[in-house]
C-alpha cells in the first residue's frame, strides 16, 4: 500500500528555523517525483515545488524559489522541506504529495500544520 | 503567471447534479486533474488525465474537456459530495503545476 506519512505539527517562532518530512512507503521512492503544496488557512492550495528523490533534481514554483528547500535522503525513502527564517505568513498546512504518470498527484501526506507565532 | 479559474461556490440540492469548470489556455495542451478536500483532510484525487476515474471513486463523478475549458459533474449528488474541488493542470513549458482556486460544493 502506497503511504506518505509526514512529521507532526510545529509551533515556531518567527526567525526560527524548520525541517519537515515525508516518507514514502509501500513504492520505489527513488522512481517518483515528490511534490509540496501550502494551504494557509482557509485558502486554497499551492504548488510549491517538486523534487525527485532518486536524482536529486527540483523544481521550484516562482513563488516559493528562495523562501524554501526542498531535500531527500534516498536511504531512509524520506523528503523534506525546510526553512532558513520563518515568518508569520508561513503558517500553514504542507502536503506532500507523489507525482504519477504526466503531473497526478495521485498519494497525498495526511499533512504537516506549521504554526508560525510570537 | 498561468492561472486556472473556478466559480467559487456551487450549490445542489440532493440527487441533482453539479457541474464545476475550470478555464485556463494551457488546457487545450495538458491535461487536469480534480481532487476533492472535505474539511480536515488531505486532497483525494477523484479525475486523472480529463476524463478519467481513479478505482474507488463513485462512478457519479466524470469528467470532460472542451477547448480551454475542463468540467467536473457530480451526478446524483450526496450530502457525503460536500467539499472543496480543485482543478490541477501543469503550465505551458510543462515544468510547473498549477492549481486552480477551488470551488465549494455544498449540498443543499
Known amino acids: 500500500e502506497v503511504q506518505l506519512v509526514q512529521s507532526g505539527a510545529e509551533m515556531k517562532k518567527p526567525g526560527e528555523s524548520l525541517k519537515i518530512s515525508c516518507k514514502g512507503t509501500?513504492?520505489?521512492?527513488?522512481?517518483?517525483?515528490i511534490g509540496w503544496v501550502r494551504q494557509m488557512p482557509g485558502k486554497g492550495l499551492e504548488w510549491m515545488g517538486i523534487?525527485?528523490?532518486?536524482?536529486?533534481?527540483?523544481i521550484y514554483s516562482p513563488s516559493f524559489q528562495g523562501q524554501v528547500t526542498m531535500s531527500a535522503d534516498k536511504s531512509i525513502n524520506t523528503a523534506y522541506l525546510q526553512w532558513r527564517s520563518l515568518e508569520a505568513s508561513d503558517t500553514a498546512m504542507y502536503y506532500c504529495?507523489?507525482?504519477?504518470?504526466?503531473?497526478?498527484?495521485?498519494?497525498w501526506g495526511q499533512g504537516t500544520l506549521v504554526t508560525v507565532s510570537s | 503567471s498561468y492561472e486556472l479559474t473556478q466559480p467559487p461556490s456551487v450549490s445542489v440540492s440532493p440527487g441533482q447534479t453539479a457541474r464545476i469548470t475550470c478555464s485556463g489556455d494551457?488546457?487545450?495542451?495538458?491535461?487536469a486533474y480534480w481532487y476533492q478536500q472535505k474539511p480536515g483532510q488531505a486532497p483525494v484525487l477523484v479525475i486523472y488525465?480529463?476524463?478519467e476515474r481513479p478505482s474507488g471513486i463513485p462512478e457519479r463523478f466524470s469528467g470532460s474537456s472542451s477547448g480551454t475549458t475542463v468540467t467536473l459533474t457530480i451526478t446524483r449528488v450526496q450530502a457525503e459530495d460536500e467539499a472543496d474541488y480543485y482543478c490541477?493542470?501543469?503550465?505551458?513549458?510543462?515544468?510547473?503545476?498549477?492549481f486552480g482556486s477551488g470551488t465549494k460544493v455544498t449540498v443543499l
Open positions: 504529495a507523489r507525482r504519477g504518470d504526466a503531473y497526478i498527484l495521485d498519494f
Open positions: 509501500g513504492f520505489r521512492f527513488t522512481s517518483y517525483w
Open positions: 523534487i525527485h528523490p532518486g536524482d536529486p533534481d527540483t
Open positions: 494551457a488546457l487545450s495542451k495538458q491535461y
Open positions: 488525465q480529463d476524463i
Open positions: 490541477q493542470s501543469a503550465d505551458s513549458t510543462g515544468t510547473r503545476f498549477v
